[in-house]
């Protein structure tokens, strides 16, 4: 018995729609990024990206556990000297609640072009609303 190798035109991709509404931010992450990598599907293989496109809607009404929400900071560096820039997650989540998903799930990803090319299917929104009617996304159960 051998064991089946996807091949990238093998693949079949779906659109799924996931709530992030009263959920812990990592919880929310993972099952994303699991979706994104094909995880879920019975031909995963590693080296293919066989994963299905998530759309992520209430980006902006995730929670965090804890004292994290006063804790926790975002930070990223220009390259010269004190350059460190900071931002808690209760400004991030303010300013851009798309970015706190999208950097929680990016983490959660390869970190390679394989990676690269799987977080460009997901697509988030901060609202309820999502221009994707068209690709007939069915409701994810976690």
């Given amino acids: 018995m051998r064991t089946y190798m996807a091949k990238a035109a093998d693949v079949e991709r779906k659109w ?3 709530d992030a509404q009263n959920r812990a931010l990592g919880r929310v992450a993972s099952e994303v990024a699991s979706i ?3 995880k879920h599907k019975p031909i995963f293989t590693p080296h293919v990206d066989s994963g299905d496109f998530v759309i992520v809607l209430n980006a902006g009404k995730v ?3 804890g004292n ?3 804790q926790k900071f975002y930070y990223r560096h220009s390259g010269y000297p ?3 820039k900071a931002i808690s997650y209760g400004e991030l989540l303010q300013k851009n609640p798309r970015k706190v998903m999208e950097l929680a799930v990016k983490g959660m990803l390869p970190q390679t072009k394989l990676g690269r ?3 460009k ?3 988030v929104y901060p609202g309820s609303r999502h221009p994707h009617a068209a690709q007939m996304p069915e409701k994810w159960d976690s």
């Fill in 16 to 18: 799924y729609v996931v």
């Fill in 36 to 38: 994104l990598k094909g």
């Fill in 68 to 70: 994290k929400a006063q």
């Fill in 82 to 84: 004190g350059g460190l």
């Fill in 121 to 123: 299917k997901l697509k």
């Fill in 63 to 65: 929670l965090l556990t």
């Fill in 117 to 119: 090319a799987m977080f």
